[in-house]
């Protein structure tokens, strides 16, 4: 059971960033050769959507 929890853990600490941060290089290669199109857009919203770049702050007072 705690070795599902770290396998879990593991993808979603590693395999998602390296996804997201994967889907917005390409994003950025195919715009610069072929211009925007909707796939570039399609790329860079399901890479926002899986890491945003920018974090929210949170203020406390």
Do not use: C, Y
């Amino acid at each position: 059971m705690i070795q599902k929890r770290i396998a879990q853990w593991a993808l979603m600490a590693v395999a998602v960033p390296l996804a997201a941060a994967g889907a917005r290089r390409l994003s950025h290669t195919l715009e610069a050769r072929r211009g925007p199109s909707g796939v570039t857009r399609l790329l860079t919203k399901g890479a926002d959507l899986l890491r945003p770049r920018k974090a929210k702050r949170r203020r406390f007072w």
